[in-house]
């Protein structure tokens, strides 16, 4: 899909349909989003959205006490709200069922119901750990059940204008060159290519930047919602080599957090590596004439989540990415998609024609959605 000469006949075309058909053809970053705008419009130069994850109901626990005469635990919590006797819960990493007796403030006391073919004594249980919700039971005849209320909070984005200009004088647009490059139309493809390649590194390294007087508005990406400092996070030590295992983990604190990982973003080198994983399953025909090997997908062990393995050339080596990747979008200001409109000044010698678009991106739970593991081994040096 292209824009046309007769476009610029009109005052102005969007250019939404363009945009969206383009993006689909560009093997980079920006295909993960939602480029139509179909689905939502900004109201405000600030974007807000609903953050809200299903994730896994839990409790943290600093000690435990172990009671022998009514063989009871009690596991000592920064606050108990939220449960309540009767509650059913089990230790992360164990299969034993306990059920609440006495709840306090900063104190959970409970009793063990069924081992479910747990090895470990309740007595021998860990000093600290994690308590995992499982359910309620509801006596018959109640009259109140489970309060499922949520409270989601909002996390936000600021619109970027994004602009391109195009200006031709008139002997410019008389003289026949090769490649009709001497044509308007053919100039606003060229502009809408330059746009799509900006708001790619804008959805990737831009800085979440509110409007003021002297500053322009710009729009956070990736990085600066991927690598906040209480979100998921792979930080490796000695510059090791990319593994199966080190995405396995990623996608499980994905999983965990209560997201479904579906995309691993990485650098060409990186895609290389992965690619490596699958060498002892390769097996080349007599017959064949082709060599080489490429892995577009990845199959986690964490769950069998199958993982889209995308290729953006401007990824730092040394980091991949495993995502969620359902959260992103790309959101125009209402009114301001994408569009063409002519812009030549009365009395001038020539034509001029620009493309803007004013835009911000959603990245959905981004603290749940995104785990980067980062620091490792170049690329180059894993396929010497």
């Known amino acids: 899909m292209s824009i046309s000469t007769n476009d610029l006949l009109n005052a102005r075309v969007d250019l939404s ?26 109201t405000n130069t600030e974007h807000l959205w609903l953050e809200g994850v299903d994730a896994p109901k839990t409790k943290p626990f600093q000690s435990f006490d172990y009671d022998d005469s009514n063989e009871t635990a009690t596991f000592a919590v920064a606050s108990a709200v939220g449960w309540q006797v009767g509650d059913l819960f089990h230790i992360l990493g164990d299969t034993r069922v306990l059920q609440i007796t006495n709840v306090t403030t900063s104190a959970i006391v409970a009793k063990s119901v069924g081992d479910n073919g747990s090895a470990i004594e309740l ?15 509801i006596q018959e005849g109640s009259s109140q059940g489970e309060d499922f209320f949520m409270q989601s909070h909002t996390e936000s984005n600021y619109t970027q204008i994004f602009r391109g200009d195009v200006e031709l004088t008139g002997t410019a647009t008389a003289i026949s060159q090769a490649g009709m490059e001497n044509d308007v139309a053919v100039q606003l493809q060229y502009a809408m290519d330059a746009i799509i390649r900006r708001m790619n590194a804008a959805l990737l390294f831009g800085v979440k930047t509110r409007r003021t007087a002297s500053q322009p508005g710009a729009l956070g990406g990736l990085y600066y919602f991927g690598a906040q400092p209480d979100g998921l996070a792979r930080p490796q030590s000695g510059a090791p080599a990319l593994t199966m295992a080190k995405i396995n983990q990623a996608a499980q604190d994905v999983t965990d957090a209560g997201c479904v990982p579906d995309a691993i973003i990485c650098g060409a080198g990186q895609a290389q590596v992965i690619s490596t994983f699958m060498a002892s399953q390769v097996q080349t025909s007599q017959s064949s004439r082709k060599v080489g090997r490429y892995v577009d997908a990845f199959v986690t062990s964490a769950g069998g989540a199958v993982l ?12 991949v990415w495993v995502c969620d990747a359902r959260g992103f979008a790309l959101v125009p200001l209402a009114s301001r998609a994408l569009h063409t409109e002519p ?32 620091g490792l081994k170049p690329s180059a040096l894993v396929l010497a």
């Open 123 to 137: 007595e021998d249980a860990p000093s600290a750990g994690t308590l995992v919700f499982d359910s309620r039971p």
């Open 17 to 42: 349909d363009v945009l969206s058909w383009r993006v689909a053809q560009t093997p980079r970053f920006i295909r993960l989003f939602n480029a139509s705008g179909a689905a939502r419009v900004a």
């Open 343 to 374: 812009a030549s000044a009365p009395g001038v010698d020539g034509r001029k024609a620009i493309i803007l678009g004013e835009y911000t991106a959603e990245f959905k739970n981004a603290k749940q959605a995104l785990c980067r593991i980062s």
């Open 308 to 319: 889209k393995v995308v290729v953006e050339p401007s990824i730092p080596d040394t980091d």
